[in-house]
């Protein structure tokens, strides 16, 4: 969410992006956190 609030340089998000955009962006956010939090739990055994 860091990134989201760099890019739209301190605006709030209803200001910055119309709310279809903003569902996408949320969603695509998630899809994201989901597919990478996997992949670091499987690499985590392989960096002891």
Do not use: R
């Not at 200001?15 to 990478?36: G, K, N």
């Amino acid at each position: 969410m860091a990134v989201v609030g760099l890019l739209i340089d301190n605006k709030s998000v209803t200001d910055a992006m119309s709310d279809i955009i903003q569902d996408y962006l949320l969603e695509l956010l998630a899809l994201i956190d989901d597919v990478l939090n996997p992949v670091l739990f499987l690499l985590m055994p392989l960096m002891t």
